[in-house]
């Protein structure tokens, strides 16, 4: 028996059109959000043991960014990709969250050489 104010949803699957009840733990779900390149998170809790860059500063891809320690073990975040540091939220010493942003990117002006 069907509870009432329940919500059909209509989804078609090779031109074929059904409907279908949510169930509250797909409704209530963390929605996935497409991650920003220029912008680096923390991916575990931790605490910042080093900084290796300065704001400002063009980082070639692959250099080191800063440690994150966290269980006894030291994170060695690197750079992506080749970029200009906009700005830096964290400090040596910080204790910080999951999917916090560490650093902010910006595209770096080629440059020649």
Same mark, same amino acid.
């Given at each position: !028996? ?16 059904? $409907?279908?009840?949510? %169930?509250? $733990? ?7 959000? +497409? #991650?920003? #390149?220029?912008?680096?998170? %923390? @991916? /575990?809790?931790?605490?910042? /043991?080093?900084? %290796?860059?300065?704001?400002? +500063? ?20 690197? !750079?992506? @990709?080749?970029?200009?540091? $906009?700005? /830096?939220?964290?400090?040596?010493? +910080?204790?910080? #969250?999951? +999917? !916090?942003? !560490? ?11």
């Amino acid at each position: !028996m069907a509870k009432k104010n329940q919500e059909f949803v209509e989804f078609a699957v090779t031109a074929r059109k059904y $409907k279908t009840l949510l %169930s509250n $733990k797909f409704k209530n779900r963390k929605v996935w959000v +497409d #991650p920003n #390149p220029y912008e680096i998170q %923390s @991916f /575990i809790p931790g605490t910042i /043991i080093e900084i %290796s860059v300065q704001e400002g +500063d063009v980082v070639q891809e692959g250099e080191p960014l800063l440690i994150l320690e966290a269980m006894k073990m030291q994170n060695h975040i690197q !750079m992506p @990709f080749t970029a200009r540091i $906009k700005k /830096i939220n964290v400090n040596v010493g +910080d204790r910080i #969250p999951k +999917d !916090m942003l !560490m650093i902010e990117l910006e595209a770096a002006a080629e440059e020649n050489e």
